[in-house]
């Protein structure tokens, strides 16, 4: 999607960049770019595994979910309506999302791009070309812009690093004389409030354009769960989530954890999710032979998640004793004993170094609502949300069974409870079983056993 340059920045630049100007107008000042921080072999086709899969939280490209935007410009109404669609396109032999901008300038229709997007396995979000549009009076006037990877020597771009961080800088196209669009990250950090919901985690970038020395840097805003949400013109009115079957009808709405209408406190009760500070679950198990380990403590700290304050659970894994991820997880017991889950902190390493924060996300921001991860008194055909952030994270659970001898860690425990968990946006088919023994909580899974328990206090 082309950016929308105001007609006087166009005509000042026209006129100082293109011969004779007026002794008034000030020279235009060639945009200085940046080096490149991040190299485009992310996204090369001929060395990089892609998917359709969504887990880049500041670029979701799950189909259904539409984005609009909103703003004047000298005084004309614009308005971008940014559709991911239910299909797929092949380019350069890779077959990427299809995601639609139709921009209008006061009701009329400007452009229509077709952009040409898809994931690599490290989270990187790839730009592979767009199909561009532009119409006068209704009638189309031409396809400016337009490119695709792998068609005259055009090469993907990066629209959206795998973890965001300031200073990066990027091609986003990179398509001869076509398109050199660059990107520079410069916040990762931002709060604001867009179609009246709060977002964090807003990252900022600076798009620049090296064909045109007379274009000025423009500021775009993406959030987590939406994606783009505003630019020097334009912010977010509104954003639609892409519709999902729940895998199972909910039986256990999250009302006990909302925080507009429920009491929370950092007492633990439930027996199958204790939040005793200083508790240490260890869990271990082998999977394609490799050996997996999990190490989940209590720490004696707090986090305010929507208004309130939380337990923090940190959870470790290792594969083959490296470091695969770190999770920080916000949990707090409501009044009626219910576990409550209001988010959590990821973030994904090889090598020892951060590779990603997929799935990453807090109650109160993005729309995302606190859910359930253990109701007060679990029983057999309980299914709640447990997770319920837009763009980035629906996991539901099943309760199985509340009643099974399991011997873990050494020890015999009694009435433990099976859950089952799915996810919506997985067509609900990589369910997964978990085991919670009373005053252990998670105790096992598909993969996973415990192996040693130390109480908190």
Known sequence: ?????????????????????????????????????????????????????????????????????????EGKHIR??????????????????????????????????????????????????????????????????????????????IIMPGIPAAGQSYF????????????????????????????????TIQDSNPLDACAVEEEKLYAPGVGEVGDSVKRLVSFTPALFDACAPVTVVASACDPAVAMFSLRSTNPYYPLAV????????????????????????????????????EARELIDDELYEIARNFYVEATDGTVCYFGEEVTFFSGGQPQSHKGTWRAGAGGAKPGVIMPAHPAPGQVYFQENAPGVAHDMGAVISNDTIHTLGGIEYRAVVTVSDSNPLDSCESAEEKLYAPGVGEAGDTVKSLVSFTPGH
């Open 278 to 313: 200083g508790s240490v679950t260890v869990l271990e198990g082998m999977e394609d032979g490799k050996r997996v380990r999990v190490e989940r403590k209590v720490l004696d700290e707090t986090q305010v998640v929507a208004g309130v304050t939380t337990h923090v659970l």
């Open 172 to 203: 986003q196209e990179n398509a001869g004389q076509i398109a050199q669009d660059r990107g520079r990250v410069t916040a990762v950090d931002g709060k604001m409030t867009l179609g009246g919901v709060d977002y964090e985690d807003i990252v």
């Open 1 to 73: 999607m082309r950016a929308y340059t105001p007609l006087t920045t166009l005509l000042i630049c026209a006129a100082a960049c293109g011969g004779a100007t007026k002794t008034e107008d000030p020279p235009c000042t060639p945009v200085v770019q940046p080096a490149l921080t991040l190299a485009s072999n992310a996204c090369d086709p001929a060395t990089t595994t892609f998917s359709l899969s969504s887990t880049n939280r500041h670029y979701p490209l799950v189909p259904g979910s539409l984005v609009i935007l909103e703003g004047i410009d």
């Open 80 to 157: 971008v309506e940014r559709r991911v669609l239910d299909e797929t396109a092949t380019i350069a032999g890779i077959t990427t999302h299809v995601l639609e901008a139709k921009e209008t300038i006061d009701g009329a229709v400007h452009e229509i791009a077709r952009n040409f997007y898809v994931e690599a396995e490290d989270s990187t979000v790839c730009y592979f070309g767009e199909d561009v549009e532009f119409f006068e009076n209704g009638v189309l006037a031409n396809r400016d812009g337009s490119w695709r990877a792998g068609v005259d020597g055009a090469k993907p771009g």
